[in-house]
């Protein structure tokens, strides 16, 4: 079943809004907290009524819609992040297909919610520990692996590592909600201009 264009492409800007935030803290070792705590909320809404909801709304999504917008129109000023995004859809068929794995994760986060509960904030420091630890325990024994560089001496922190696993963790919530709607690799090639009018669209 394939959901409407509009749809999908909120899922698109999950994956590209996580990735941005993952290139971003392993070059700088800094994050903007109020997009971190967009994607890890989407993570544990694992049962919204709509795409839109998944991320709180629309507009929480216009650092990632900014991105597609930029790479349907040819201005993409990071050439790394369209490579990462296709790595994230990978690993999320073998996610998908990976049954066991899929099912420690769900275990995983309906395990973590009541810390991100009690915390009052699904972007604290505990709980993107206990995400990035879900993610290196499970995600991460699958391959293709997601490769992630960076400036080494943030990468050899442990707060930094856990933070980008988390984000890498809600990166591959958004590719299963992607595929979930309908999204395929035949989108780029045959709804491209369809995903960069429904993007536009979203942005106004």
């Given at each position: 079943m394939s959901f409407p264009v509009e749809e999908r492409v909120l899922a698109l800007a999950g994956i590209a809004q996580a990735l941005q935030q993952v290139?971003?803290?392993?070059?700088?070792?800094?994050?903007?907290?109020?997009?971190?705590?967009?994607?890890?909320?989407?993570v544990f809404r694992i049962d919204a009524a709509t795409p839109a909801a998944v991320y709180g709304d629309v507009s929480d999504l216009a650092p990632g819609l900014r991105l597609l917008n930029?790479?349907?129109?040819?201005r993409a000023q990071d050439a790394v992040l369209p490579r990462l995004a296709l790595a994230v859809l990978q690993l999320e068929r073998r996610f998908v297909k990976t049954p066991a794995t899929a099912r420690a994760v769900a275990e995983g986060i309906e395990r973590t919610a009541p810390l991100a509960r009690e915390a009052g904030d699904s972007g604290h420091p505990d709980v993107l520990s206990a995400l990035g630890k879900l993610y290196a325990d499970t995600i991460s024994h699958l391959?293709?692996?997601v490769m992630v560089q960076g400036n080494p001496h943030y990468l050899g922190q442990a707060g930094v590592v856990s933070e980008i696993r988390a984000l890498l963790?809600?990166?591959m919530?958004?590719?299963?909600?992607w595929r979930q709607l309908g999204?395929?690799?035949?989108?780029?090639?045959?709804?491209k201009r369809a995903m960069a009018e429904a993007v536009a669209r979203a942005l106004r």
């Open positions: 290139r971003r803290i392993a070059e700088t070792g800094q994050s903007e907290a109020s997009v971190v705590r967009t994607l890890m909320d989407s930029d790479y349907f129109n040819n391959r293709p692996r963790l809600a990166a919530r958004s590719a299963v909600l999204g395929s690799y035949w989108d780029f090639l045959f709804a």
